[in-house]
């Protein structure tokens, strides 16, 4: 049996197809939608935080400065980046008009 490693194309063209299917049928959403579930996201970190850092010592004995280092932390910083960049990264692309002669 082959791996995804020595074939990269193995079963991607289904995924492909369906992403493509996705947003041609206009179920993706607009930025100020995608801007709101992110900015929602941070909110309920905040107000979760407590019950995050509980959980995460109760599960996996994480003490608090290392539960916010490397997981809500991470996700706050993660976050901020895309809500800055957002914009940008949705933005068309030119194609390059590169031709041979």
């Known amino acids: ?3 995804l490693h020595e074939n990269p194309q193995h ?5 492909l197809s369906g992403l493509q299917e996705a947003y ?5 959403k607009d930025l100020a939608w995608r801007r709101a ?6 909110r309920l970190l905040a107000e979760k935080e407590e ?4 959980a995460l010592h109760d599960d996996l004995g994480k ?3 290392e539960s916010y280092r ?3 932390g991470a996700l706050v910083k993660s976050v901020n980046h895309t809500l800055r960049n957002l914009e940008g ?7 390059s008009s590169r031709h041979s002669r």
């Open 11 to 15: 079963g991607f063209g289904g995924l």
């Open 51 to 54: 019950d995050i850092f509980d």
């Open 70 to 72: 490397d997981e809500i």
């Open 37 to 42: 579930q992110l900015k929602g996201l941070l």
């Open 24 to 28: 041609e049928s206009g179920r993706t």
């Open 89 to 95: 990264w949705a933005a068309p692309e030119k194609a």
């Open 63 to 65: 003490h608090r400065a």
């Open 1 to 3: 049996m082959g791996s």
